[in-house]
């Protein structure tokens, strides 16, 4: 079964330093999607990507934040200047149908864990 | 901003019994629901899913009940097995179009064999 991979699976990096999460969505997905979950709490809703464009984001989602489909398979996102309290583990997911139908969910990467020091 | 909401943190049950897994919301724009199960180390996957105009939906062991008037779903698992052991969060989206999911903040369920 196809599936969405994040590189790479751990990442530290020191505060104020930029990042770059990377990930391979399904190849026949068209909508594109950035979570993230602080340890112990929910998974928490960052950016939604579509076309080329931006199409919904969160409040967490400020100018720190952007993503970038570089090229045909990859999906990027980048924090500038990273603070203690983007430590989390980002999942990027993709699906083929904007509506989320049974019959396109949303399918999850394994996830990145983002260390701020 | 609790939406929605799974007040069990963790549960325990024995092997063949019926696991419930039980979840609330707040938001009654809310129409899809989806649960989604969680190995450690590895992103959500999905389960199954439920749109506000059912009540039920039943896919194998899994079963998902929606009770729209009191705002609450829940999933069951019968017979429960060791692999089914993980965190099952709830999602659910507003609105048909929206591609935003909303988590609970999962429950544990261990199968005890």
């Known amino acids: 079964e196809p599936e969405v991979t994040q590189t790479p699976s751990h990442q530290v990096t020191q505060m104020g330093q930029e990042v770059i999460l990377r990930c391979v969505p399904i190849?026949?997905?068209?909508?594109f999607y950035w979570y993230r979950q602080i340890l112990g709490q929910k998974v928490e809703f960052l950016v939604s990507?579509?076309?080329?464009?931006?199409?919904?984001k969160s409040e967490i989602f400020d100018d720190q934040f952007s993503v970038e489909r570089p090229d045909g398979s990859n999906f990027t996102l980048k924090i500038r200047s990273t603070k203690l309290e983007d430590s989390a583990m980002y999942f990027c997911?993709?699906?083929?149908?904007?509506?989320?139908?049974?019959?396109?969910?949303?399918?999850f990467g394994n996830g990145t864990r983002l260390t701020v020091t | 901003d609790q939406q929605v909401k799974q007040n069990s943190p963790s549960l325990s049950v024995q092997e063949g019994r019926i696991s419930i897994l039980n979840c609330d919301y707040t938001?009654?724009?809310?129409?899809?629901f989806l649960w989604y199960k969680k190995y450690p180390a590895e992103g959500p996957t999905f389960l199954i899913s439920?749109?506000?105009?059912?009540d039920k939906n039943e896919d194998g062991r899994f079963t998902v009940f929606l009770n729209k008037s009191a705002k609450h779903l829940s999933l069951h698992i019968v017979p429960s097995q060791p692999g089914d052991s993980a965190v099952y969060f709830c999602?659910?989206?507003?609105?048909?179009?929206?591609?935003?999911?909303?988590f609970g903040t999962g429950t544990r369920l261990t199968i005890i064999p």
């Open positions: 997911a993709s699906s083929g149908d904007r509506a989320l139908s049974p019959n396109s969910p949303l399918h």
């Open positions: 439920i749109s506000s105009i059912k």
């Open positions: 990507f579509y076309n080329n464009e931006i199409s919904e």
């Open positions: 938001n009654s724009m809310f129409d899809y």
């Open positions: 999602a659910a989206r507003a609105n048909f179009g929206n591609e935003k999911l909303t």
């Open positions: 190849s026949n997905h068209l909508y």
